[in-house]
């Protein structure tokens, strides 16, 4: 589908990150000028912020150390050759999630690697105006949207290291526009797939929602376990403008060998109303930090988490509820299961800003322990600065009881299948709120599957 | 009690049980055959409940003496799921709440364990097993849930989550009604039932009750005896049985009180 992609087989070599790296991946992907110029001056940003370290708040629980930079390859697999579409859903066979029906969906993209494999929109769409394409393609055909968005409003490229790093060194991802006015059913779909062993992989997700438009958005992150480590960067964008209303999931689940940060912050603009679900099932270490701006009076940020944890797998997520302005609503609740030696945390700030009355915020977080050796910290947090408000939250730890899988072992239930029965309770309230059966079911059986025992 | 040509259904014989090394159960001896109805009373503290959570192998006691047999099979070193499917029932005098899990999905599971391993156990004696399909389970479920005047709506709801303590009791008979077990235990079951409930409820067990099925009703009260009649009535106190009879024993208890019964008891 991209013309780039094709222009080269070759494997890249170049191990490590470096100003070199960025000129040689911005020739490979044929980037417009101005798109170079934003890459190195995103590099000149990497280098002159400090690398994170255990002292900073952020990072006390989650030791970046075995992440070895030095020894990736920046980018890979430009060659954009596949089998068709439903050869990518060898993983899904597996209960990975589907790529699924053309008539489930109003477009798809695909990346793999540094290439883009696929991109289509449903073509009913044209004429009102939305855009949905790869982000090499939007860069080429909608320059002045992307200049505007892309790394400007939600996640600046100054927000942090990585996050500049990203701006540098982003191979992929998509683009979705939607017009004033404009309201989509049908979820957009992007996915994003790595196979190079020993490289890095980077992908963005930059959604605008101009006045009153409605879409529906579903991320997809999936690779298989390999030997070598890996590494996934992400920045996912969601801009609100007036009115708009978003829906957006993501599901991650790469292989094992894969140390995953994801940053997302979403930008809401007055009586803007965003839903939006993460589930964390793959990956060896994943740090996400997910934030949504309330900046206008009247809005709703639904931020829905899962995650579950097994082996020696680690997941920290990190999230905001900015109240910027008053009247806001946001509603935040994150679930966790934890497994043999697998390590988690959480860690969430409601900050209310001065003037933000009216401010109605809700965090809660709870956590299931499946065995002595896994370990969640969990780690609340309010900054309120104004006087009106009503802020809520919480946070359990907690093992399966005794007592629960007593009954329903008195039921002719065994032990395993009632531990089973329990744990896909504890996330059946998160997954109720769905309201797509598709991504419901996927869910069930990801879980019943991690649960195992 | 038991017809001694044939081996007694579910026999308890001078079990000891403790929890925390604390000793409740202190020699208990109980006999219950097809088709027996037996009210187990006794003052709060006496072991009655602990019996029954013994009975179905709450993990949290420890049988330290004695033996229960079920069709002269030893049970006590099954799991407790493995008693349910052999059809040892025991309704809870407080129904655990499973939030996240529905009626539904829960009972299907259940029934289907429980019928499973009976259809599997026909087959092994020479006969057809008979697995439940989806669509039977459904209407099983509805017709039993009539029985028991429940609404539809219930099987939705999350396990035992907001029940009043009506709907609870309710929904531990309906339970026993879908597994069909050969031996219950009823825990107090008639503890938090209004009389309409508690009417609705005895309806309900005396429906299921009959010639194949021996039941052990666990109750502080003669009330629910005016419901669901026995054939024997035994009183127990300190973990022991003290006292055992006919149906006017829980008649002549309930006008003397528990206080006159343990004097004599402890004057013996």
Redesign the interface.
């Known amino acids: 589908m991209d013309a780039t992609a094709t222009t080269t087989t070759m494997t890249t070599t170049l191990a490590g990150f470096s100003r070199e790296a960025v000129e040689e991946l911005s020739r490979r992907k044929g980037d417009p000028d101005w798109v170079r110029d934003a890459r190195l001056a995103a590099w000149e940003t990497y280098e002159s912020l400090p690398m994170p370290k255990r002292t900073d708040e952020e990072w006390r629980r989650t030791d970046l150390r075995g992440l070895k930079l030095d020894r990736l390859a920046p980018f890979a697999g430009f060659n954009g050759a596949f089998d068709g579409l439903a050869s990518l859903d060898g993983a899904a066979e597996d209960g990975g999630l589907a790529i699924g029906s053309a008539d489930q969906r109003a477009g798809l993209v695909v990346q793999r690697d540094a290439a883009t494999l696929h991109a289509e929109m449903d073509p009913a769409l044209v004429p009102q105006g939305v855009i949905y394409c790869d982000l090499d393609t939007a860069v080429r055909e909608h320059a002045d949207l992307i200049r505007q968005h892309f790394m400007t409003e939600a996640v600046p490229v100054g927000f942090g290291k990585f996050e500049a790093l990203h701006a540098a060194f982003w191979q992929g991802g998509t683009f979705l526009y939607v017009p004033t006015g404009v309201s989509v059913e049908l979820p957009f779909r992007s996915f994003a797939l790595s196979q190079e062993p020993g490289a890095s992989v980077f992908t963005h997700s930059l959604v605008v929602l101009e006045e009153g438009a409605e879409a529906f958005f579903v991320d997809g992150y999936r690779s298989e376990t390999q030997d070598r480590q890996s590494f996934a960067s992400a920045v996912v964008e969601l801009i609100l403008r007036k009115d708009a209303k978003l829906r957006y999931v993501q599901v991650q689940d790469w292989g094992r060998h894969v140390w995953n940060m994801m940053t997302e912050r979403a930008t809401l603009a007055d009586d803007s109303e965003l839903k939006s679900l993460h589930v964390a099932l793959g990956g060896k270490w994943t740090k996400n930090s997910i934030g949504s701006h309330l900046r206008g009076p009247n809005t709703l940020a639904e931020m829905l988490g899962i995650f579950f944890a097994d082996g020696d797998q680690f997941f920290d997520n990190h999230t905001w509820q900015l109240h910027e302005a008053p009247h806001a609503t946001s509603d935040l609740e994150f679930k966790g299961a934890l497994k043999d030696g697998a390590r988690s945390v959480y860690s969430g700030l409601i900050k209310v800003y001065e003037g933000a009355q009216k401010t109605d915020a809700y965090q809660q977080n709870r956590n299931l322990v499946l065995s002595r050796t896994a370990r969640a910290d969990s780690i609340p947090n309010l900054e309120i600065a104004a006087n009106d408000v009503r802020c809520t939250h919480g946070a359990t730890i907690s093992q399966v009881e005794e007592e629960h899988i007593f009954y329903l072992q008195a039921r002719g239930i065994p032990r395993t299948e009632a531990q089973k029965l329990i744990v896909e309770g504890f996330f059946r309230p998160v997954i109720d709120r769905i309201p797509v059966e598709e991504i419901q079911d996927f869910l069930q059986g990801a879980i019943a599957r991690k649960v195992g025992f | 009690m038991a017809d001694s040509t044939q081996t007694p259904m579910f026999e308890i014989e001078n079990l000891h049980a403790s929890i925390e090394d604390k000793e409740i159960l202190k020699g208990v001896n109980l006999t219950v055959n097809r088709g027996e109805i037996h009210a187990l009373m006794g003052p709060n503290g006496s072991g009655k409940s602990t019996l029954a959570y013994v009975l179905?192998?709450?993990?949290?006691y420890e049988v330290t003496e004695g033996s229960i047999r079920f069709n002269g099979e030893d049970i006590l070193e099954m799991?407790?799921?493995e008693?349910?499917?052999k059809g040892v029932?025991?309704a809870?005098q407080y129904?655990?709440v499973?939030?996240?899990?529905?009626m539904a999905?829960?009972l299907r599971?259940?029934v289907t364990?429980?019928r499973n391993?009976r259809a599997e156990e026909a087959a092994a004696d020479g006969g057809v097993a008979q697995k439940m399909t989806p669509r039977e389970f459904r209407r099983l479920m509805k017709e039993k849930m009539a029985l028991l005047k429940m609404d539809d709506a219930f099987a939705t709801r999350?396990?035992n989550e907001g029940f009043s303590g009506g709907e609870k009791k309710r929904a531990e008979i309906l339970?026993m009604a879908l597994?069909e077990p050969s031996m219950a235990i009823l825990d107090e079951t008639d503890s938090g039932l209004d009389i309409d409930a508690l009417r609705v409820v005895s309806d309900g067990v005396n429906a299921l009750a009959g010639p194949e099925m021996g039941l052990l009703v666990i109750t502080h009260y003669q009330r629910l005896l005016n419901h669901i009649k026995p054939d024997f009535v035994h009183i127990m106190m300190n973990g022991r049985i003290v006292q055992e009879g006919g149906p006017e024993l829980a008649l002549e208890l309930e006008a003397k009180g528990y206080e006159t019964l343990r004097a004599e008891f402890a004057a013996n």
């Open positions: 179905a192998g709450h993990p949290a799991e407790p799921d008693r349910a499917r029932f025991l809870f129904p655990t499973i939030p996240g899990v529905s999905n829960f599971m259940a364990n429980v391993a999350y396990l339970q597994l």
